[in-house]
């Protein structure tokens, strides 16, 4: 069975960084594309990052381009998102989303979701 | 950039009806479409992709349709769980992009 385990959410003050992580397990890791989707209080769907199958490529939302930088270690199953600075408009709840094609350089539609991991930015 | 526009924002519907929402993109994003429900609390979850392949495990009262710029998905008889928020999303072209969805509500 396929699961998405996020951490490393919670309270930080604008400006500050954190790291974001989600644990997979239940497919073979590196042959997806994952991907980070967020959803501010309220609001709809965004999404932030995404990356091959082989961590080469990377895409950002223009958003958080040049503060977010997303990565994976495939020897540990293991996505992660760095963000810096921080800001107020970061707040929200962090998706991790893995693709849904099994060709691994393919970046397309998100087939299963993690539950998601609360980060507030607030003083 | 490329925009999604979901309508309507809300549908009022009584269970077992059939309901149809709109998704419609900027230009065009071929067939590069998928859709998700989210139910309150809940991650989101894949119903369809490249607009009109249901995914694994999904009822067949869901069905998407539509190419290009114009995209739907049809519930055929709504049940209790399909109460939701339904968005689409575009993967056609970098930077990826949801509607901003379709709240269907109990009438």
């Known amino acids: 069975e396929v699961q998405l385990l996020e951490s490393g959410g919670g309270l930080v003050q604008p400006g500050g960084s954190l790291r974001l992580s989600c644990a997979a397990s239940g497919f073979t890791f590196s042959s997806y594309a994952m991907s980070w989707v967020r959803q501010a209080p309220g609001k709809g769907l965004e999404w932030v990052s995404s990356i091959g199958g082989s961590g080469r490529n990377t895409y950002d939302a223009d958003s958080v381009k040049g503060r977010f930088i997303i990565s994976r270690d495939n020897s540990k199953n293991s996505l992660f998102l760095r963000i810096y600075n921080v800001r107020v408009d970061d707040t929200a709840v962090y998706y991790c989303?893995?693709?849904?094609?099994?060709?691994?350089?393919?970046?397309?539609?998100?087939?299963?979701w993690g539950q998601g991991t609360l980060v507030t930015v607030s003083s | 950039e490329l925009v999604m526009t979901q309508s309507p924002a809300t549908l009022s519907v009584s269970p077992g009806e059939r309901v149809t929402l709109s998704c419609r993109a900027s230009q065009s994003v071929n067939n590069n479409l998928a859709w998700y429900r989210q139910t309150p609390g809940q991650a989101p979850r894949l119903l369809i992709y490249?607009?009109?392949t249901r995914a694994t495990g999904v009822p067949a009262r869901f069905s998407g349709g539509g190419s290009g710029t114009e995209f739907t998905l049809t519930i055929s008889r709504l049940e209790s769980e399909d109460f939701a928020v339904y968005y689409c999303q575009q993967y056609n072209d970098w930077p990826f992009a949801f509607g901003g969805g379709t709240k269907v509500e109990i009438k």
């Open positions: 989303a893995k693709g849904g094609d099994s060709r691994a350089w393919a970046i397309n539609w998100f087939d299963r």
């Open positions: 490249d607009a009109s």
